[in-house]
């Protein structure tokens, strides 16, 4: 699958201008899922909402010539709204793909690796959650759609204040 990776268009099937990009493969590095206070969190009313935080790291790596590995990490940790909360579940995947990646400028890469390749894990890391969820004995967690492009242009936008500060920057 081609992916154009410039502006705000990325993630479209277009082809990138003299560049090609595809999935070679897709696979589960880890999963977790954690259901430390069953049975009694099991018992909660229908009615009862509970606090759900979920953080997301997208990380790209080298592994060959033209072949990159992205990885999706999702964690979501569901507690309580007691006023010492209690943890419910806890789950989280590293859900990965290995790219194939040919004639793309430096800047079309990143934006292929860190928008576009994402969007494709994406929706099967969320499949997976809402199943490790529903298997233990929750509603299945449907997390909503997440714009990759939005987190990588603050991501650089962060970057760039923290180079203009002098901090270190740190990628989340």
Known sequence: MAEETTGPEAGS?????????????QYVKDLSFENPNAPQTLYRQPDEKPNIDVSVNVQAQQRGQDAYEVELKISATSKTKDETPTVIFAVEVQYAGLFMARNLSDAQLQQFLLIAAPQMLFPFARRIIADAVRDGGFPPLMLD????????QQQRQQIQQQQQTGDAPTLN
């Open 145 to 152: 759609p997440i714009d990759f492009h939005a987190l990588y």
């Open 13 to 25: 099937d277009a082809q990138p201008a003299g560049g090609e990009a595809s999935v070679a493969a």
